[in-house]
Nanobody
């Protein structure tokens, strides 16, 4: 089992920044990679950002590329999502998800565990 807890969401004006955290725990945590997703009202959950299996590379959706950065602190078992230059269309519930390191990042079916989500609201 892997437990994921997101934090750091809130209300911010357009152009502002937020940093989300995803704290992971569990006996098998070392076998998993943690990535970020979001779900806006009335829309399906979409991929936001991921690490490669060895952490050497990162990937981001085109809609957030250049503005959002995924990073991690292995000592704290925590993955972060730094979000800069936020736009109203970034408003969503943000989730972190855990996949086996060999699984391809992106498709939701590849994720075994999810956090409860944290709300991000960007006002115009």
């Amino acid at each position: 089992q892997v437990q994921l807890v997101e934090s750091g969401g809130g209300l911010v004006q357009a152009g502002g920044s937020l940093r989300l955290s995803c704290a992971a725990s569990g006996r098998t945590f070392g076998s998993y990679a943690i990535d970020w997703f979001r779900q806006a009202p009335g829309k399906e959950r979409e991929f936001v950002a991921a690490h490669s299996w060895n952490g050497g590379s990162t990937y981001a959706a085109d809609s957030v590329k250049g503005r959002f950065t995924i990073s991690r602190d292995n000592a704290k078992n925590t993955v972060y999502l730094q979000m800069n230059n936020l736009k109203p269309e970034d408003t969503a519930v943000y989730y972190c998800g855990a996949r086996r390191t060999a699984a391809r990042p992106g498709p939701g079916i590849n994720y075994d565990y999810w956090g409860q989500g944290t709300q991000v609201t960007v006002s115009s």
